[in-house]
């Protein structure tokens, strides 16, 4: 009766358990296949929005690096416009070595190349000597520049269908035009670092015609045109073809896709705009590896329970018990690394921020340096004049006091001329110069030291020529320098026995004015230059004096040098155009 009992209660057991396995494996594949569903929509739609974002991101430095090719471009005409070589060749009609110096400028400037033109529109000199001779007279870029008065910005072809960017600008000597300077900027090298996996970008006008672009056969057509003659999914896979090696081997039409997303952007340009296509195959990829992942990890969990289930399967469950630990810590690593790459995208933002905070604060500083540097002498021989009229005043001396007064208005007036001058120095550009005589600002300058030197004994030998030194400048300016540059020669002589300074003035093919020192020299000639380089103690400078009085002479066409002495001391030399009677006259 036993045995008997044992046998009825098993074998309901035994039928049973098929059904409780088919039931877990049928419950366990119902929940990989809606967690498997959820998962997909929302990492589509996150991954979607993610490449979107990046490539609203490329985008905008792709405009970004196109604008600042252009503005650099802009200034180059205007620059080449004032180089006196080109101007003496258009005049004197000599052009024997007009297209080498054109040819110079190429590396420097980074532009495709380089045209002068006469007033009949022939081109006198080139970067490029086979277009020598070639007649422009009809050429947009000729005619509106000779027209304007400013530099022409033109977008032309050529008999080939190649487009060129050229800016131009009339060239005019003692106001009278002589001929047009033509500056091809070559925006054809952002093309192919446009081209990538997913992007296809193009560039168009005003009136919608496609300038640039990463597919060559889009070029002078309309959008609409243009994607009829070639989807965006096409030109992207052929850009991914013609990339590197590893890519031509894994790009398919079945990665690519068909969906590709649009987007638009603005270019502060004469109307232009830039658009881009992105294809989703990222976003696919990126979708399928989590899947995948999750697919494999429902795998690994349908063996554990037949391993629950069956004992004949314990050293299959212990293989894939490792594999299980491997797996959770390859996506451990899978996601430490997307919150770093969502960490860096946020961060991109507040670094922009911070560089554009960083940079205003960076130029106020050197302004309020500048500022204080330079008004410091002015304000010292302030003091000194007003102590010396109150002291006539008790003096009963009125008329002599009056003449101290006069002499502190002068130090007024060039305390509102410096600031003037430094703001017009922070802008390079926009000086009004005038003929001025050498000598004249030398000793307006001494003039100025005058309190400095009373304070001091120290020999001072001043050799200048009988006839005027005439240059064309700004006179405060020039005044600056020489105060600068005498005031740092004071400072050096401090800790001689028997300090002495020469200043030599002389006219040649330059005016050249020379202040010497018997001080201890120059340890740092490199550095000499540079903004906030000193070796006086904190409160006795700031190290701008040189650095603003090499940049005056710069913007004069001429220059500033230093060197040390032979018999020691040092040595500083100003060189400044002469400025001949014709020259003198053309101003």
Same mark, same amino acid.
């Given at each position: 009766?036993s045995?008997?009992?044992?046998?009825?209660?098993t074998g309901p057991d035994q039928q049973?358990?098929?059904?409780?396995?088919?039931i877990?494996i049928?419950?366990?594949?119902?929940i990989?296949v /809606?967690?498997v569903?959820v998962? !997909?929509s929302?990492l589509t739609?996150?991954?979607?929005?993610s490449?979107?974002?990046?490539?609203?991101?490329?985008?905008?430095l792709?405009?970004? !690096?196109l604008?600042?090719?252009l503005?650099?471009?802009?200034?180059?005409?205007?620059?080449?416009?004032r180089?006196?070589?080109?101007i003496?060749?258009?005049?004197?009609?000599?052009?024997?070595?007009?297209?080498q110096?054109?040819i110079?400028?190429?590396?420097?400037i980074g532009a495709? %190349?380089?045209l002068?033109?006469?007033?009949?529109g022939?081109?006198?000199?080139?970067?490029?000597?086979?277009?020598? /001779?070639?007649?422009?007279?009809s050429?947009a870029y $000729?005619?509106n520049?000779v027209r304007?008065?400013d530099t022409i910005?033109?977008?032309?072809?050529?008999e080939?269908g190649?487009v060129?960017f050229t800016? %131009?600008?009339?060239m005019?000597?003692?106001g009278s035009?002589?001929?047009v300077?033509v500056?091809e900027?070559?925006?054809?090298? $952002?093309q192919?670092?446009?081209? /990538?996996?997913s992007?296809a970008?193009?560039v168009s006008?005003?009136e919608?015609?496609?300038?640039?672009?990463?597919e060559?056969?889009?070029r002078?057509l309309?959008?609409?045109?243009?994607?009829?003659?070639?989807?965006?999914s096409?030109?992207i896979?052929?850009?991914?073809?013609t990339?590197?090696?590893?890519v031509?081997?894994?790009?398919?039409?079945?990665?690519?896709?068909?969906?590709?997303?649009?987007?638009?952007?603005?270019?502060?340009?004469?109307?232009?705009?830039?658009? %881009?296509f992105t294809t989703y195959?990222s976003?696919r990829?990126r979708?399928?590896?989590?899947l995948?992942?999750?697919?494999?990890?429902?795998?690994?969990?349908?063996?554990?329970?037949?391993?629950?289930?069956?004992?004949r399967?314990?050293?299959?469950?212990?293989? $894939?018990?490792?594999?299980?630990a491997?797996?959770?810590?390859?996506?451990q690593?899978?996601?430490?690394?997307?919150?770093?790459?969502?960490k860096?995208?946020?961060?991109?933002q507040?670094?922009?921020?911070?560089?554009?905070q960083?940079?205003?604060l960076a130029?106020?500083?050197?302004?309020?340096?500048a500022?204080?540097?330079?008004?410091?002498q002015?304000l010292?021989?302030?003091k000194?004049?007003l102590?010396?009229?109150r002291?006539l005043l008790?003096?009963?001396?009125?008329?002599?006091?009056v003449?101290s007064?006069?002499?502190?208005?002068?130090?007024?007036?060039?305390?509102?001329?410096?600031?003037k001058?430094l703001k017009s120095y922070?802008?390079?550009?926009?000086?009004?110069?005038?003929?001025?005589?050498?000598r004249?600002?030398v !000793?307006?300058?001494?003039s100025?030291?005058?309190?400095?030197?009373?304070?001091?004994?120290?020999?001072?030998?001043?050799?200048?020529?009988?006839e005027?030194?005439m240059?064309?400048g700004?006179?405060?300016?020039?005044?600056?320098?020489?105060?600068?540059?005498?005031?740092?020669a004071?400072?050096a002589t401090?800790t001689?026995?028997d300090?002495?300074?020469?200043?030599?003035?002389a006219?040649?093919?330059?005016a050249?004015l020379t202040?010497?020192d018997?001080?201890?020299?120059i340890e740092d000639?490199?550095?000499l230059?540079?903004?906030?380089?000193t070796?006086?103690?904190a409160?006795?400078g700031?190290?701008?004096?040189?650095a603003?009085s090499?940049?005056?002479?710069?913007d004069?066409?001429?220059r500033l040098?230093?060197r040390n002495?032979?018999? /020691?001391?040092?040595v500083f030399?100003?060189q400044l155009?002469?400025?001949?009677d014709?020259t003198?006259?053309?101003?």
């Amino acid at each position: 009766m036993s045995g008997n009992s044992d046998t009825t209660k098993t074998g309901p057991d035994q039928q049973g358990n098929p059904w409780r396995v088919r039931i877990a494996i049928l419950l366990l594949i119902a929940i990989a296949v /809606g967690v498997v569903w959820v998962t !997909n929509s929302l990492l589509t739609a996150r991954f979607t929005e993610s490449t979107r974002n990046r490539a609203q991101v490329r985008m905008t430095l792709y405009a970004g !690096n196109l604008i600042s090719e252009l503005k650099r471009s802009s200034i180059v005409p205007q620059l080449l416009a004032r180089d006196p070589t080109l101007i003496g060749a258009l005049n004197s009609q000599d052009y024997t070595q007009s297209s080498q110096r054109l040819i110079s400028y190429i590396d420097e400037i980074g532009a495709a %190349s380089l045209l002068l033109l006469d007033n009949s529109g022939r081109v006198v000199a080139a970067s490029d000597r086979n277009l020598i /001779g070639a007649n422009h007279r009809s050429d947009a870029y $000729f005619v509106n520049a000779v027209r304007s008065n400013d530099t022409i910005f033109t977008v032309t072809k050529d008999e080939n269908g190649t487009v060129m960017f050229t800016y %131009s600008r009339k060239m005019e000597y003692a106001g009278s035009p002589i001929g047009v300077i033509v500056v091809e900027v070559d925006l054809k090298q $952002f093309q192919n670092s446009w081209a /990538g996996i997913s992007d296809a970008v193009f560039v168009s006008d005003s009136e919608g015609e496609i300038l640039l672009a990463t597919e060559p056969v889009w070029r002078g057509l309309h959008e609409e045109e243009a994607l009829q003659l070639r989807s965006p999914s096409a030109a992207i896979q052929r850009s991914i073809q013609t990339t590197t090696d590893w890519v031509s081997l894994t790009a398919s039409a079945n990665l690519l896709g068909s969906g590709v997303m649009r987007q638009e952007a603005r270019i502060p340009f004469q109307g232009w705009k830039m658009t %881009s296509f992105t294809t989703y195959a990222s976003v696919r990829q990126r979708v399928n590896g989590v899947l995948a992942l999750e697919i494999m990890g429902f795998a690994i969990l349908l063996a554990l329970t037949f391993f629950f289930l069956s004992r004949r399967a314990q050293v299959r469950s212990r293989f $894939f018990q490792r594999e299980s630990a491997e797996l959770r810590q390859l996506n451990q690593r899978l996601q430490r690394e997307i919150a770093e790459r969502e960490k860096a995208e946020k961060s991109l933002q507040v670094a922009e921020q911070t560089l554009a905070q960083s940079s205003k604060l960076a130029a106020l500083g050197e302004m309020s340096a500048a500022v204080s540097h330079e008004l410091n002498q002015p304000l010292a021989a302030m003091k000194t004049y007003l102590a010396g009229a109150r002291l006539l005043l008790r003096r009963k001396r009125p008329e002599e006091a009056v003449s101290s007064f006069q002499r502190i208005d002068d130090l007024i007036e060039r305390m509102g001329a410096i600031t003037k001058q430094l703001k017009s120095y922070a802008r390079k550009g926009g000086d009004a110069f005038a003929p001025l005589d050498m000598r004249d600002a030398v !000793n307006s300058a001494l003039s100025m030291m005058e309190p400095q030197l009373k304070r001091r004994h120290v020999e001072i030998t001043k050799t200048m020529p009988r006839e005027a030194v005439m240059v064309l400048g700004d006179r405060v300016r020039i005044e600056q320098v020489i105060i600068n540059l005498f005031r740092n020669a004071l400072d050096a002589t401090k800790t001689v026995k028997d300090p002495q300074i020469d200043i030599l003035l002389a006219a040649g093919e330059t005016a050249l004015l020379t202040i010497r020192d018997n001080g201890a020299g120059i340890e740092d000639l490199d550095s000499l230059f540079e903004p906030f380089y000193t070796t006086k103690q904190a409160g006795d400078g700031v190290g701008l004096g040189l650095a603003i009085s090499s940049g005056i002479v710069n913007d004069l066409g001429g220059r500033l040098t230093a060197r040390n002495a032979a018999v /020691g001391g040092a040595v500083f030399e100003v060189q400044l155009p002469i400025l001949l009677d014709e020259t003198e006259a053309a101003e």
